[in-house]
């Protein structure tokens, strides 16, 4: 079955404490993103990937680290996790980009205390 | 990117077609129209999309004006299950990708 997986899909921390959220891509996608969804504020992206080793800003790229060493995998790293990063995540991936079809993982919600 | 408006919330009653709008008045020309939802907190569902010409498919319809400053999904019947949050976006930007604040659709038995 085609999909996006996420790892985890929900989490506890504290802060400062590092921590990595695992996507993963059956479909030989070429570009992957992350999402994060406040309440009131939509989806805003993270990061994106167009390519393995390529990597690009969204618009609240701060605070994040992704990196795209297979074409399947695209973790995003929190280094030291504050609690206004606490949110529901999203990991997407598509065939050619953004102006295709995205197929979203089903999330991770993150609490940061 | 093009900005896109959509109103804040609809109601449709179960079994009727709903009809939500979208605003893309600063769209150029090889931006497409793309339609996603999202039901409850689950990851945002693709629907359509479209560049010119109406698109149909298997869960809906989506038709653009000629002028391509608005455009219109089209739940032929809708259902309880499509209760949900739908988002339109248009997409230049091979990379970068903007949902705004969405449409919440209200089915009403």
């Known amino acids: 079955e085609a999909q996006v997986t996420q790892n985890p899909r929900y989490l506890i921390t504290v802060t400062g404490k590092k921590l990595t959220v695992t996507c993963s891509q059956n479909?030989?996608?070429?570009?992957m993103s992350w999402y994060r969804q406040d309440p009131g504020l939509g989806l805003r992206q993270i990061y994106y990937?167009?390519?393995?080793?390529?990597?690009d800003k969204g618009d609240v790229p701060e605070g994040y680290k992704v990196s795209r060493k297979e074409k399947r995998n695209f973790p995003l790293i929190l280094e030291s996790p504050s609690p206004n990063q606490t949110s529901l995540y999203f990991c997407a991936s598509s065939f050619g980009g953004a102006n295709q079809p995205q197929h979203f993982g089903d999330g991770t919600r993150l609490s940061i205390l | 990117d093009a900005k896109t408006t959509q109103p804040t919330s609809m109601d449709c009653a179960e079994g009727r077609a709903a009809n939500l709008p979208c605003n893309h008045s600063t769209i150029s020309g090889n931006e497409y129209v793309y339609w996603y939802r999202q039901i409850h907190s689950q990851g945002p569902q693709y629907i359509i999309h479209?560049?010119?010409n109406n698109e149909t498919n298997e869960m809906a319809s989506l038709i653009i004006t000629e002028d391509r400053k608005s455009s219109t999904l089209i739940l032929p019947h809708a259902t309880l299950r499509d209760t949900a949050v739908y988002y339109c976006i248009v997409n230049t930007n091979a990379g970068k990708s903007t949902f705004g604040d969405g449409t919440t659709l209200t089915v009403k038995p």
């Open positions: 479909m030989n996608h070429e570009y």
């Open positions: 479209g560049l010119k």
């Open positions: 990937s167009m390519n393995v080793e390529v990597t």
